[in-house]
């Protein structure tokens, strides 16, 4: 093996945040273009050019999530079969709302009939907006560690109070998301598209970055990280061990997710290029720069999700009931064998999934015109 | 111990997704081939008319296509959501062929099948055809991690457990992708898709020839799927026979108990033909039996026995007995208790864990569980026979009147006069269920004859459970329950439509009801 236990279990910690990442980062427009649909899209037509805008990429897209959700399986057993079920009121919804688009995108325009048409639109919506505000859910309730120890034979027990998943800095996370999203979405379509739509999305997407710039201004405002419980590991983690995540000590305090940019300064660069990036979509939304809106969007989810990231660091699953518990990327992960496995076919495919999504962007790039042409239904 | 509802509500949202998810699957495995070769015959001779059949064929492709995709994507969630402990147990294995699949398969299948609908004009021939080509091997290779996982669960392969994590962690990547059930299932179900693929063409050209419109395109797509179907019924059929050999192998009860034997007969053993399976006697009534024919299907030998039931049931009963002997070193291992002498016992007796597991549906004191409760789990290791008999019989019996369609069905294309062939055309389209119903009986086989096995003999199917509440698991059956079938409705009533319309939905102007303005349009 080339690579260490603990070399393999900070490599799928990245890897498996990475994967998240480019779910965000591609499937995320697709997410905003099918959640704004009604509203972007006023006409019969332009709703069709929306759906063709994405039509070609938003299934391989989706893809990154599919698969991100398998490495959690693959490599992080633990943290699978905990969050899955732990959440599991909040996941059947999301799984709920995934199951619809597809269908909805690709039923919607086959019949001619318009309440068949609308019904589409805004199941379609739906399914944009609802898994949007679930991930900002799970981020946000992770984040303040979740209700759960295990057992004995090292079952997960967890409190199944669902309500409890709706507390305010959850639902502070679900809006920045949901935010995010439409405004990927809105970039996009002013990118991909002319005239009437492009103007439209245009207003959205200045609106979206502003409303994004006080949420990120909230969170700084009311100091949220500094007041926010956070944990930390406070016994010695022999990292190139099979660990048994019960085997640790965890506290509990206020502030505790500021250690690392204590411990490390340069990552406080993080949040601040995100409030930068964030000014930077705006102001090429206003000079009508999309391409560059674009590329600045890229940035901000980056950054942002980089700054959680470095925030939970090496929490991957904090329990709130019993802190000793928690999981993290040293205790939660796979055996050294099936890291390396998988670490080895990330590295022989990865690249070429790279290579031939980038290729089919490329077929399928230009602007979609408000023509025939774009209007058609290709399946 | 167990709460058997929260067990049997799980079991149920998990077959019904999986099996709906599998009413979508085989039809996308074969017409994505059959599509592959229709284009290919577009770009090799240039008929113009191939490439309407593999865009009519791609659109009822792609309302298919759509469900597999959404209803595959639960089936992920739900190891996680349903089965936490067993994700827990097998993770660190079976996780490795479902990421595969999104790296290696699903990817390549869904990043390119957006170029299959758009690329037509952004693309050369030679680039549309080899990105169809693709999308037919990402989906079949997709299958094939698939159902890597899934042999897995039913003849577990290159793991070891783990005493200090409680889970089973991978020793050889070679043994599972190499599992000799895998590799007969990987054939038989690829090809049960193709022959899905190829029923579905040759029921919906049979009824075009019927209606007499758009001949041209009905007799290629009837003569694709002929020829197609043909090949593919025969190698299921031929897996299939594969497949009761393998059972003999690795998988004793399910064999024993598709065939209702419940003795061990003298070599070679009966097949039993027909019979109604009386689980409570431990019989099968009113057997209708054919001599010889099952110990040679399953041993391929004039002399090795079929074990029957009653035998392995004295097996297993043994088995956990020393399972349960191996639950006690595991539990003074767990303590903390650490002496090379309890590990070694401890090594010598893990292989039976698992049977000391299935007596915690009665007990959590394995230990010290009763001679009542041991018989008990004996009796559990035996899965419902009725079920399974009958399944198999059906799978087996739809397969044999597909065999009989598609032979006539070459013959009469072969010969030039399938249209005057009434009878077959009718029969071809009335049989167009028999697929699915073959396969989803098929599952029913695999899946009802792997109890009370999560992973044969590793992990009881009842411990794999998440700790969640039964009011839990309940919503969000109802919920998926009414989602997928409203869905199915609308798929099924868009999939008629379009295939009534037949070519003349691409709007090219070339096709019955745009040439024929005696004939009423169906409205879309």
């Known amino acids: 093996m080339i690579f260490d236990y603990e070399t393999l279990k900070l490599i799928w910690w990245f890897l498996i945040g990475a994967l998240f990442l480019m779910f965000a980062l591609t499937g995320g427009f697709d997410l905003g273009v099918v959640a704004l649909l009604p509203f972007v899209g006023r006409k019969d037509a332009e709703r069709r050019i929306l759906l063709n805008s994405v039509g070609a990429t938003w299934e391989g897209n989706q893809v990154w999530l599919v698969t991100a959700v398998a490495a959690i ?159 930390r590991i406070t016994s010695l983690i022999a990292g190139n061990e099979s660990l048994n995540p019960l085997n640790k000590t965890v506290v509990q305090e206020a502030g505790a997710w500021q250690t690392n940019y204590q411990n490390y300064p340069y990552l406080r660069v993080l949040p601040y290029l995100a409030w930068i990036a964030l000014w930077g979509v705006m102001i090429s939304a206003w000079l009508r720069r999309f391409g560059l809106a674009i590329g600045a969007l890229l940035l901000v989810v980056i950054s942002l999700s980089l700054s959680y990231m470095a925030a939970l660091f090496p929490f991957i699953l904090p329990s709130s009931i019993n802190p000793h518990h928690s999981l993290t990327l040293w205790d939660a992960c796979s055996s050294h064998f099936t890291l390396m496995a998988l670490l080895w076919a990330g590295i022989f495919f990865l690249p070429l999934v790279l290579a031939y999504t980038a290729w089919v962007y490329r077929v399928m790039r230009g602007p979609l015109l408000n023509d025939a042409s774009s209007h058609k239904l290709p399946y | 111990m167990v709460d058997g509802t929260l067990v049997n509500l799980s079991r149920l949202q998990f077959a019904l997704t999986a099996m709906y998810h599998f009413l979508f699957v085989p039809l996308t495995l074969g017409l994505s081939f059959m599509m592959a070769i229709m284009e290919s015959v577009y770009v090799l001779t240039g008929k113009k008319i191939y490439q309407h059949m593999t865009k009519f064929w791609g659109k009822l492709f792609a309302i298919n296509f759509a469900m597999g995709v959404a209803t595959g994507i639960t089936l992920e969630f739900q190891f996680g959501m349903n089965w936490a402990y067993y994700s827990h147990y097998v993770g660190d294995v079976f996780g490795l062929p479902l990421a595969l699949e999104g790296l290696i398969a699903f990817f390549l299948e869904s990043t390119l099948i957006g170029l299959v609908f758009f690329g037509w004009e952004r693309l050369t021939k030679v680039q549309h055809l080899t ?257 399974l008999f009958w399944s198999f019989r059906v799978m087996v019996g739809c397969g044999i009147i597909m065999l009989f369609i598609f032979v006539m069905a070459f013959y009469y294309n072969a010969k030039r006069n399938v249209e005057e062939q009434r009878w077959l055309l009718k029969l071809a389209l009335y049989s167009m269920p028999l697929p699915w119903i073959a396969i989803e009986a098929g599952w029913i086989v695999a899946e009802c004859g792997r109890q009370p096995w999560a992973i044969a003999e590793i992990l009881p199917t009842f411990l794999g459970t998440s700790t969640n509440t039964v009011a839990q698991v309940f919503t969000s059956l109802i919920g998926l329950a009414l989602l997928y079938t409203a869905l199915l409705v609308v798929e099924l009533w868009l999939m008629f439509k379009y295939a009534r319309r037949g070519p003349s939905s691409l709007n090219l102007g070339l096709y019955h009801f745009e040439t024929h303005s005696s004939g009423s349009l169906p409205k879309l």
């Not at chain 1, 399986?73 to 688009?101: G, M, T």
């Not at chain 2, 190829?198 to 002929?226: H, N, P, Q």
């Not at chain 2, 419940?262 to 097949?271: D, V």
Request: proline residues 4%.
């Open chain 1, 73 to 231: 399986f693959a490599a992080w057993p633990w943290a699978y079969a905990s969050a899955f079920s732990i959440l599991y009121f909040i996941i059947s919804i999301l799984v709920l709302a995934l199951v619809l688009k597809p269908p909805g995108i690709d039923y919607r325009s086959k019949l001619a009939h318009k309440g068949w048409r609308r019904l589409w639109d805004g199941i379609l919506s739906i399914s944009g907006v609802v898994p949007a505000l679930i991930f900002g859910l799970i981020l946000g309730n992770v984040l303040q560690g979740l209700p759960f120890h295990y057992n004995e034979e090292l079952r997960v027990v967890h409190n199944n109070s669902f309500v409890a998943y709706f507390n305010p800095p959850a639902l502070l996370g679900a809006a920045m998301v949901l935010n995010i999203f439409l405004l990927q979405g809105s970039a996009w379509i002013a990118f991909k598209t002319r005239e009437d739509l492009q103007a439209r999305a245009r207003w959205w997407l200045i609106g979206l970055a502003l409303l994004c710039l006080v949420l990120e201004f909230s969170i700084w405002l009311f100091d949220l990280p500094q007041k926010t419980i956070g944990y």
């Open chain 2, 131 to 387: 990105v169809t080509w693709l999308v037919a091997l990402g989906s079949n290779l997709s299958g094939l991690w698939v159902l890597i996982a899934n042999a897995w669960m039913q003849h577990p392969v290159g793991a070891e457990f783990n005493y200090e994590l409680m889970r089973m962690e991978l020793t050889s990547i070679k043994e599972v992708f190499f599992n000799p059930v895998a590799q007969v299932k990987f054939v038989h179900t690829m090809a049960s898709g193709y022959v899905t693929g190829a029923m579905f063409v040759l029921g919906i050209s049979s009824y075009y020839l019927l209606k007499g419109r758009d001949l041209a395109f009905a007799r290629r797509s009837f003569a694709v799927a002929s020829g197609f179907g043909l090949a593919a019924i025969l190698s299921v059929l031929v897996l299939g026979d594969e497949s009761g050999y393998n059972l003999g192998e690795v998988q004793k009860v399910k064999l024993a108990a598709i065939e209702g034997e419940w003795q061990t007969e003298a070599a070679p053993a009966a097949f039993t033909l027909f019979g109604i399976p009386n689980q409570a006697m431990e019989r099968t009534d009113y057997a209708l039996r054919i001599p010889y024919a099952l110990g040679l299907i399953a041993t391929r030998s004039f002399d090795k026995p079929v074990i029957g039931l009653k035998e392995l049931k004295m097996q297993n009963e043994a088995r956990i007995r020393k399972g349960i002997t191996a639950y006690g070193y595991l539990q003074r291992l767990r303590a903390g208790e650490n002496n090379q002498a309890l590990k070694y016992a401890f090594n010598n007796s893990k292989a039976f864990l698992g049977y000391g597991l299935l007596v915690k549906r009665y007990t959590d004191q394995v230990v010290d569980a009763s001679e009542d409760q041991i018989k008990a789990a004996a009796t559990d290791t035996i899965p419902h026979i009725a079920p």
